[in-house]
């Protein structure tokens, strides 16, 4: 023990703990040298001298040996007591494998953090660590500056997850330090509050240096560091205030804090954390209380405690506590971590609508989807919305939609998602009383009355002065509102009774005598115009007549957009093979085979009844049936006629919506509907998820924004998921007898497709498409809900000469076969392909060459160059082009476009031995170019 000690000493004495530990050590020689050779020392006073110099050797040790941070096995040498502040955050990262290492087990606290080095730390936190590494798409990697090649993955995927940005410029160069302000940016992308960033523009700033922080900067920061959020804290400065230091570049130790804060408002996270109360802890074992039931947690070893951010003995674990636990990755039920959390983190947050109020009682009744609840409030209640005007109880109404914060049953915020009294309002007009100045608003089975100020002004899309005596029954229109008084009124869509006086020869305008107008005035019809008899839909444009009454609606562009003939019936008027009649089941009689449907307009209902043919196509839910027996009462219901009879029908009751939000850990949902409501639902323990291409589907499949179609159970949880998404196809082989087609995806990966009566059919400049309208070598967007196919769009291409091309603006001149010029931007996104081989560089274009322009997804485009072959023209018959080296023939396609120079001539004007290019796609050539 004596050499051990000795040998210790002198390592502190060279150690930078060395004048820290110079009392220790110097106490260590003087006993040592006492007892040398001193044999009559007692057993109990060595026993005595052993004890203390063990202990000084454990303080010693304890003083000099750096803090570990387990991770997997791993452990960081260099993370000491000065890191203790983010010990935490290291720690649960590290054993996550979000973070690493050097290879000699170094985390370098102190090394400031570079962009690419952020980057990746954010994409693993965002579980996007094995596509990144593995990441083989387009290099996006190549539109930044300053990028090693191991970060090329992470600055593609952090490019298509936007977290990287192009209009960012300067701001992202990989191999540069992070600034605290662009980590905020970064921070707020990863959670996606990218919109409400935006939201904070007219928001005061907090931070003395404020005026130091940049303009592209300031918003993030404010959002970043404000309460709801706190992703990032300011430094306390003498006075009291807080500075921000934007400029300030970010470590690798500071990073891991701010990391594992931005985790907390992800949607899904890395590991498998569970959160809950304790309810026992015995020995090694922990039983919680979860949200989805108890759950027994073994503590090993190697198990690490927090508290209060700092590391702690399993003596603070304590009954009742709520604690946060990271699961092991070899085992589900060891504790890697635990979290001793604050009270704040055993809350709950509740979505719902307010009910009814009882302030002396300080209780509130709030309707979920679980039904009617009673909540007591705390004295202390703290309210927010997003407009900032609710500040106390007395600012909320009934039936505002609010999210509740509960602690042990009682309620200590509430903040107000959707207000009745909002500053804007839009909906149907029901009623205007303009003796009483009152404006009646229907959203969807309810209504809700404004009065209107002496001053409101309104306006129409077409310009017209009629003022509030123009307003009609019927009508959309946006409001703006001032304590629920209508200071404007914004009319979406025109609502007008008239008679036709002319039809134009193009069927195109229509000349209308107004109900109440003293002149005529002309309209012109959309192309897209939804025309009908009576409510029934007839064929189009080429039913109307001079003499018809009508109703039309007129959009924001001043074009009609619906119009009913309403003094002649569809009886009079052959219905085509496409179209569809739309209404609801009102009665269905299987023995005789007929359906009653009811239709509903303006309020007034009307029943048509229509008989089966012999043969007929049925749908349920979007599911094929040969039985009528699941057709219910008040089912949505589209058919289509042949000769009077049904031959197709479709019948759905499922919901459609709009996705809000998505709470994945409570199972609820929350969706805009048709009707203007958003609304929460539960979803069942045992629902399945339907997106097109995808396998394995649940709620973190969801994104905002998309449209959904759920099926709702008898007790109004949702048991199915039908995700609305879109696809891009090359049309490659068509079967017009049955109405097949195949197509490829950018992958090369062949589908088929089969339009029934009920897919949507759309074709650039074909008021009524068929299917046969449809050409090998079309882009396609097919739309589907789920697995169901809702919509085919043939989407906009032409074929076309390169002309120019401007590779520092990125642009690029074609002449069209029409012979018009064109000057297009080569965007992110874009791509060229040629054979097999993709490009995303404008440089692989040439000028002269001829390609294919066909609209993408994204708004993107796709140029496919031609290849071109040079020869001597031969002969061509009705089919062929042959050329003299060989005798080589090639098929040319129907719209075969010849070119002499620049203009256009025609195949006959070729003579055998002419010198010609030949530009073909896909084994078809689309354009001959003469060249003598």
Not at 447 to 455: D, E, L
Not at 581 to 587: A, L, M, P, Q, R
Not at 752 to 760: I, R
């Amino acid at each position: 023990m004596k050499r051990n000690l000795q040998e210790w000493c002198r390592k502190v004495k060279r150690g930078r703990k060395a004048k820290a530990l110079f009392f220790s050590c110097h106490l260590i020689r003087k006993i040592l040298h006492k007892g040398r050779g001193d044999n009559s020392m007692s057993r109990k006073f060595r026993q005595t001298i052993s004890s203390i110099l063990s202990l000084l050797l454990v303080v010693g040790l304890i003083l000099t040996n750096p803090i570990t941070v387990g991770a997997q096995g791993k452990t960081f040498s260099d993370v000491d007591a000065r890191h203790g502040w983010a010990l935490q955050s290291i720690t649960k990262m590290s054993l996550k494998g979000l973070i690493e290492g050097t290879n000699d087990g170094r985390f370098l606290p102190d090394q400031k953090v570079s962009k690419e080095q952020a980057v990746a730390m954010a994409l693993r936190t965002m579980g996007l660590k094995t596509e990144a590494e593995a990441y083989s798409g387009t290099d996006y990697s190549s539109l930044y500056r300053d990028v090693s090649d191991w970060a090329k993955g992470y600055v593609s995927v952090a490019h298509r997850e936007g977290l990287l940005q192009l209009e960012d410029g300067e701001e992202f160069r990989g191999k540069y330090e992070a600034s605290r302000q662009w980590v905020a940016q970064l921070l707020v992308r990863m959670i996606e509050k990218e919109a409400e960033a935006k939201l904070y523009e007219n928001v005061a700033g907090t931070f003395s240096d404020n005026d130091d922080i940049s303009q592209w900067a300031s918003n993030y920061v404010k959002l970043a560091a404000s309460n709801e959020f706190d992703l990032i804290k300011g430094f306390e400065n003498t006075n009291g205030s807080f500075s921000f230091r934007p400029k300030q570049a970010v470590t690798r130790a500071q990073f891991a804090v701010l990391v594992n804060r931005a985790e907390k408002h992800l949607a899904t996270r890395v590991g498998n954390e569970v959160q809950g109360q304790i309810l026992s802890y015995m020995g090694d074992e922990m039983l919680l209380e979860t949200k989805s039931g108890q759950m027994k947690v073994t503590l090993s070893s190697d198990t690490q405690v927090f508290k209060d951010n700092q590391k702690v003995s399993f003596s603070s674990i304590a009954r009742y506590q709520p604690v946060n636990v990271l699961l092991g990755a070899t085992s589900s039920s060891t504790a890697a971590m635990i979290e001793i959390l604050d009270e704040a983190a055993a809350q709950e947050t509740i979505t719902g609508t307010l009910s009814k109020v009882v302030k002396e009682f300080k209780t509130i009744a709030v309707t979920t989807p679980e039904g009617l609840k009673n909540y007591q409030l705390v004295d202390q209640v703290s309210f927010g919305s997003k407009d900032g005007t609710v500040q106390s109880i007395d600012d909320l109404a009934v039936d505002d939609t609010i999210e509740i914060t509960v602690i042990g049953g009682k309620v200590i915020k509430i903040y107000r998602v959707i207000g009745q009294a909002d500053l804007s309002s839009s909906g149907l007009i029901y009623e205007v009383d303009a003796t009483k100045g009152l404006l009646t608003l229907q959203k969807g089975t309810s209504v809700k009355v404004y009065s209107i100020s002496p001053n409101a002004a309104v306006s129409y899309p077409d310009h017209r002065t009629a003022g509030f005596n123009g307003l009609r029954k019927g009508m959309e229109v946006e409001v703006k509102l001032d304590s629920s008084l209508v200071t404007e009124i914004k009319v979406i869509t025109i609502i007008e009774e008239g008679t036709v006086i002319s039809v134009s020869q193009d069927q195109a305008y229509l000349t209308v005598q107004g109900k109440e107008n003293t002149r005529p005035s002309v309209y012109k019809l959309s192309p897209t115009a939804t025309i009908k008899l009576q409510g029934q839909t007839a064929s189009g444009a080429s039913d109307i007549q001079a003499g018809d009454n009508i109703d039309i609606l007129i959009g924001s562009d001043g074009t009609i957009t619906s119009l009913d003939i309403t003094n002649r019936s569809q009886s009079s008027v052959k219905v085509e093979d496409s179209d569809l009649i739309s209404g609801k089941v009102f009665s269905l009689d299987k023995t005789n085979k007929t359906i009653i449907l009811e239709f509903d307009k303006d309020g007034k209902k009307s029943y048509q009844p229509y008989e089966f043919d012999t043969t007929y196509e049925l749908y349920i839910n979007g599911s094929y049936r040969n039985s009528l027996d699941d057709i219910k009462k008040d089912m949505r219901a589209k058919l289509q006629l042949y000769e009077d009879k049904i031959v197709y029908l479709e019948v759905d009751n499922r919901l459609d919506g709009t996705v809000v939000r998505v709470d994945a850990d409570r199972r609820i949902v929350t969706l805009a509907l048709a009707t203007g409501e958003q609304k929460p639902y539960y979803v069942d323990s045992s629902y399945d998820v339907t997106i097109r291409h995808e396998s394995g589907e649940d709620l973190s499949d969801l994104e905002r924004n998309d449209f959904v179609r759920v099926k709702l159970d008898n007790a109004n949880k949702i048991t199915e998921i039908d995700v609305r998404r879109d696809y891009i196809y090359v049309v490659t082989d068509l079967y017009e007898s049955s109405k097949k087609f195949y197509a490829e995806d950018e992958d090369e990966d062949e589908y088929s497709f089969y339009l029934n009566a009920g897919v949507d059919l759309k074709i650039p400049g074909k008021d009524r498409p068929k299917f046969a309208d449809i050409k090998e070598g079309d882009t396609v967007k097919a739309t589907y809900i789920g697995d169901e196919l809702e919509k085919v769009e043939v989407l906009p291409s032409y074929k076309a000469m390169v002309t120019n091309i401007n590779t520092d603006k990125k642009e690029y001149t074609v002449l069209k076969n029409d012979g018009t010029t064109l000057t297009l931007t080569f965007g992110t996104g874009d791509v060229i392909k040629y054979k097999s081989y993709e490009y995303t560089q404008l440089s692989s274009l040439s000028v002269n060459d001829r390609i294919q322009v066909s609209d993408w997804a994204g708004g993107k485009k796709r140029l496919i160059k031609m290849e071109k072959i040079t020869g001597d023209y031969y002969y061509k018959d009705s089919n062929y082009i042959y050329v003299v080296e060989g005798v080589r023939s090639y098929k040319y396609a129907p719209e075969l476009f010849v070119r002499s120079g620049n203009k256009g001539v025609t195949l006959d004007s070729l003579k055998r031995n002419d010198k010609i290019e030949i530009y073909r796609l896909d084994d078809l050539v689309y354009e001959v170019n003469k060249l003598n």
